[in-house]
Structures are given as structure tokens and as C-alpha cells.
């Protein structure tokens, strides 16, 4: 299991590393392309390129820095950190295309012709460059291969379209095509860029993961012998992938260690089902009093306890 689970990390860091410098070099040699051609359409793309060149450096990066072992700084380990990488990703591509927008707008009102000709060569090479670096990474597992394949298939579009606008000035003189589809291009990156902010940030704030549901757990457990209650149940995950769930557990009618034993083996195997990377599970007597509980909460299971003894007689 380790080793080809170390095979597919070594796989994946290799992967990112080649399309981000795939992509920067693109990057690049676009930003003085769309300058030169004086297509607007072309620079909105390459800002798009901008933000995956720095998805796929900090991803790469973060791809090496996450799969670190825990150690006393991070108890986790480094999972987080892929993370801290999307949440630049999204916020790099968002000032982006504010610039841009700004910049197609500024020509909608004061066109300017476009070149033709260099816009369909650059058009043909971003096809190719973005295509090879997405189908590179598009058998990725992990939420930063995934995200960054994502992006990078959305620049495949965007190139086709900037190069159906280019044939399409080559035979006619329409100064707004070029500002139009720049606009199209930055809107669709937006609107992508804000749904992976809000994922991102539900990670970020602990949120329960989405294909968990935490009642369902929790009945399961109460179903289990010799529980009275759980409390203090927390369900959250590290990155996207790798879930952590910790409970407090109320036992009743426990007279020997062995039946301890068993209801905490019987949790865990629940608890196998899900797949948690981490988790932990406390567990008390009913004698005990767990600090965790408010008083009155106490207050009503010692009056419960007192009927239901009362009942008993």
C-alpha cells in the first residue's frame, strides 16, 4: 500500500513540475505576444496562464511540502498546506482578471485593430502547450492535480475560442470580437475561481466534509450496546481527502474491561466504513463525569438516572 502510494506522489510531483514549466514559459512568451498582436483576448489569457504557472508552482511545491510526515510543529502533517496553495491560486486569478476586464472594457469604448494572422499562430500554440500539460495531469487523484488540470483544460477552450475570433477578423474588420471574447474568457475564469475559493474556504473553516453525514454516524453509534450517549463529536478534514473524526462516548452497564473492550472495537469498525485518516474516540462510564458536559446537561442525565432507577424497583 505505502509503496505505491509513494509511487503515485513521486508521479504526481513530476507531473506538476512539467506543466508549470510549460506553462510559465508560455506565460511569458504571451504576456509580449498579446502586446504585440495588441490583442486584448490574448492578454486575458495570459493571465489565466499567470495563475496556473503559480497553481502549478505552488501546487508542485506544496505537493512535496504535503506529503511530509507529521512532526512536532504539525501534528497533522503537511496536508494543510495544498490548501494555502489554492487559496493564493484564487486570489491571484481574481485581482487578474479585475486588470483584465478593465482593459477589455478601456477597448469596447476605443477599438483598436488586432493582428490577424499572429493571434491564430499563438492561438495553435496555446492549443497545444495547454492541451499536452492537461492531459499530463488529468489522471491525477489529488484535489491540487484536479484543480490544476481543471485550469488548465479551461485554457484549452480558451484558446480555441481566441483562435475561432482570429480566423474570424482575418476575413472581416470587427474591432470588438477581440475585447468581446476577453471578457467572455476573464468572466468564466471568475465564476471558476469563485466556487474553488468557496470549497477552499470550507475546508479552511473545518466543515463537515460534504459526502459525510454526521447524524448518520451518530445513530449508527447509539445502536451499539452498552452506549447511553456521545457528545463532543467533531468531523473535519485535512485537505479535502483525509477526514479526522473525534467523539466523546458515554457507556452503561460496563461491569468488565472486556465489554470496553468490545464497544470500542465495534466503533472502530463502524468508523472503518468511512475511511478517516485520524481518529479518536474517548470514552466514560457512567460513574465518571466528563469536565466537557455543561452542568444542567448533568443535571438532567442524574435525573434521568434517578426515574429510570426508580422505574427499575
Not at 513530476?14 to 490583442?39: C, D, P, R
Not at 501534528?75 to 487559496?87: H, M
Not at 471568475?190 to 470549497?199: M, S
Not at 475546508?203 to 445513530?219: A, D
Amino acid at each position: 500500500m505505502s509503496h505505491h502510494h509513494h509511487h503515485h506522489h513521486n508521479q504526481s510531483g513530476k507531473n506538476l513540475k512539467i506543466a508549470f514549466f510549460l506553462n510559465l514559459g508560455f506565460t511569458i512568451l504571451e504576456f509580449f505576444g498579446g502586446i504585440y498582436v495588441n490583442s486584448v483576448a490574448i492578454m486575458s489569457d495570459a493571465v489565466h496562464d499567470l495563475g496556473d504557472s503559480l497553481s502549478l508552482g505552488t501546487a508542485w511545491y506544496l505537493d512535496k511540502k504535503s506529503h511530509k510526515a507529521a512532526d512536532n510543529k504539525y501534528s497533522f502533517g503537511y496536508k494543510r498546506f495544498s490548501l494555502l496553495g489554492a487559496l493564493i491560486n484564487s486570489l491571484v486569478l481574481i485581482a487578474g482578471s479585475v486588470y483584465v476586464i478593465s482593459e477589455a472594457v478601456g477597448r469596447l469604448f476605443d477599438p483598436q485593430p488586432s493582428d490577424a494572422q499572429g493571434m491564430i499562430i499563438f492561438a495553435i500554440i496555446g492549443v497545444l502547450v495547454n492541451g499536452y500539460a492537461a492531459w499530463k495531469l488529468s489522471g491525477g487523484s489529488s484535489l491540487n492535480e484536479k484543480t490544476v488540470s481543471w485550469h488548465l483544460l479551461e485554457d484549452v477552450l480558451g484558446w480555441v475560442a481566441v483562435l475561432i475570433v482570429a480566423i474570424v477578423l482575418k476575413f472581416t474588420d470587427n474591432q470588438y470580437l477581440d475585447p468581446a471574447l476577453s471578457l467572455l474568457i476573464t468572466l468564466y475564469i471568475l465564476y471558476n475561481v469563485i466556487i474553488r475559493l468557496k470549497e477552499t474556504l470550507y475546508i479552511f473553516l473545518q466543515g463537515v466534509p460534504k459526502e459525510i453525514n454526521p447524524e448518520k454516524i451518530k445513530e449508527d453509534i447509539l445502536k451499539i450496546n452498552n452506549i447511553e450517549s456521545l457528545h463532543h463529536m467533531h468531523v473535519w478534514s485535512l485537505e479535502g481527502e483525509h477526514h479526522v473524526f473525534t467523539s466523546h462516548i458515554k457507556l452503561k452497564n460496563i461491569t468488565y474491561l472486556q465489554e470496553l473492550l468490545e464497544v470500542k472495537k465495534q466503533i472502530k469498525n463502524l468508523l472503518k466504513e468511512y475511511h478517516f485518516d485520524h481518529y479518536t474516540i474517548e470514552t466514560e462510564l457512567d460513574n465518571e463525569t466528563c469536565e466537557l458536559i455543561s452542568s444542567e446537561k448533568h443535571d438532567h442525565d442524574d435525573e434521568h438516572r434517578h426515574d429510570h432507577h426508580k422505574h427499575s424497583h
